[in-house]
């Protein structure tokens, strides 16, 4: 059986997952209650797990190192309670060499080598070198989903990856090109770093050590 996770733990990992957000978009993250998320991320903070802070007009939570501690616990209790550590093992094994072709192609994406600056900026003039790209992350698309099925059937908290990677994938397809890069958007980059930090996060795997 599929498990809904609680919003405490739900407020926590929102905090964690999307990096950096103010309590509307953690709310928004999981559908959860807006005052009552409010409520839950004073009780964080005040167990020191979540601060707050503000820089030039723009405010958001971010985890605490034992915020992170206590993240990963209450993931680790939940995916043993629910018996889908094996599944969500071999999902990640299957997500890493996926991982490796998005992020060429978001570099690629940025970048288009030229003679004599092989770190040159891609000017988006090239329409064959994008579209190669846009295809190479359509393939990526179409592997994501039954993935992302498989991470659904057992924690109902990964539904939606594949469908928010396929929207901006549309958009980006569409001509609307910070859709496949920018952070401030709900891009395929964004989509995809969320769901990678939600499986390491998961498995309390350090992302540094990562093959």
């Given at each position: 059986?599929?498990?809904?996770?609680?919003?405490?733990?739900l407020t926590l990992h929102a905090v964690r997952v999307t990096g950096y957000a103010d309590t509307p978009?953690?709310?928004?993250?999981?559908?959860?209650?807006?005052?009552?998320?409010?409520?839950?991320?004073?009780?964080?903070?005040a167990r020191g797990w979540v601060e707050h802070t503000a820089f030039a007009g723009i405010g958001g939570w971010s985890l605490t190192e034992s915020g992170r501690t206590e993240n990963e616990r209450q993931l680790a209790a939940e995916l043993a309670h629910v018996g889908g550590a094996d599944e969500v093992r071999d999902v990640y094994r299957e997500f890493l060499p996926l991982n490796a072709l998005l992020l060429r192609a978001c570099t690629d994406w940025q970048l288009r080598p030229a003679a004599g600056d092989?770190?040159?900026a891609n000017d988006h003039s090239d329409h064959a070198w994008d579209a190669r790209i846009?295809?190479?992350?359509?393939?990526?698309?179409?592997?994501l989903t039954p993935l992302a099925d498989r991470l659904g059937?057992?924690?109902t908290r990964?539904?939606?990856?594949?469908?928010?990677?396929?929207?901006?994938?549309?958009r980006a397809r569409a001509g609307e090109g910070a859709w496949v890069d920018r952070t401030d958007v709900d891009s395929c980059h964004r989509v995809w770093f969320e769901l990678h930090e939600d499986l390491i996060a998961t498995l309390g795997i350090d992302r540094?050590?990562?093959?």
């Open positions: 059986m599929t498990r809904d996770s609680s919003p405490d733990l978009v953690i709310a928004q993250r999981y559908g959860l209650d807006a005052a009552e998320t409010k409520q839950l991320l004073y009780d964080a903070e092989r770190l040159a846009l295809h190479e992350l359509t393939g990526i698309d179409h592997a059937s057992i924690l990964f539904r939606g990856y594949d469908t928010r990677f396929g929207t901006a994938l549309a540094r050590a990562e093959p």
